[in-house]
């Protein structure tokens, strides 16, 4: 029993996080892994959080399957069409609808910018049941994606874990999972892992994994995909709380790491970088990189 104990006991950095995370208002989630040493870190990373836009990357593997089977070209256009403009991120619902935008343009502003309908027309592509299916597939059943964006309630699959988690849900471990398959070549095939890691190291929004580490000049390149929501449920209290999420491979002269931290349940509700979730899980971020880099 004690050898048990012993084996549940939190690592040196996993108290330093809990520590830190001991006055964060909110519910915060990590997993991190090096993907030299095999050595883990897990705080609270098997419970299921909302992903907010994070979940597109799975919509990525899924389109970068089709493309690898010849099932779509990069090349193919895609019409944009008024009716299927959305708000929130990006930039296509400002643009002129009757153009066309191919794959390859989808995918870039789906990762880089979150683009809500560029996501939804790779989406008119493959469906939400068959990005559910490649998830389940590749051994990561926790991490779904239940409709289009901006289509809250009318949800496609799991209409009940819809109304709570919106989007899309999954845990800290299954989506650090999913990016050590992109790490090791292994999502898809080799070359399109490759691919989506380099639209992975796109992405424009830096507020959490990146913001305090170092970058290109130091030899730290980040590859990642972020989200940010408020919650679809009250709390007991009847507070919303807000979402946010961010989840990748990070690079550095002492090897590689994949991390995902998620935050959900903030009471900080501000939609600024000084975010409570945000600083917290940009804390976090250094704790990890400090440790695997000392």
Known sequence: MANLAAAAAPSAIEARIAARLSSFRGQMGVFALHLETGETIAVNSDTR??????????????????????????????????????????VLHSLRGGTSWSVGDLLFLMIALSDNTATNMLLGLTGTAAVNERMVAMGLPLTRLYRPTFRGGQADA?????????????????MATLMERLARGQAV???????????????????????????????????????????KLKDASGAPGSVRTDAGIVTTPKGRYVVAIFARRAADMRWTVENEALVAGADVSRLVFDHFTR
């Open 189 to 231: 095939s080799a070359a399109a892992s490759r691919d989506m890691q380099a639209l992975l190291g796109k992405q424009q929004v830096h507020e959490v994994i990146c913001r305090l580490l170092p970058g290109p000049d130091a030899g730290v390149t980040i590859a990642h995909k972020t989200g940010q929501d408020e919650e």
């Open 49 to 90: 959080f909302p992903t907010a836009s994070l979940v597109k990357t799975a919509v990525m593997v899924e389109v970068f399957a089709r493309l690898d089977a010849g099932r779509l070209q990069r090349d193919r256009p895609v019409p944009l069409t008024d009716d299927i403009k959305v708000g929130g991120s990006g």
């Open 158 to 174: 799991f209409p009940e874990e819809e109304k709570e988690y919106g989007l899309g849900s999954s845990t800290p471990r299954e």
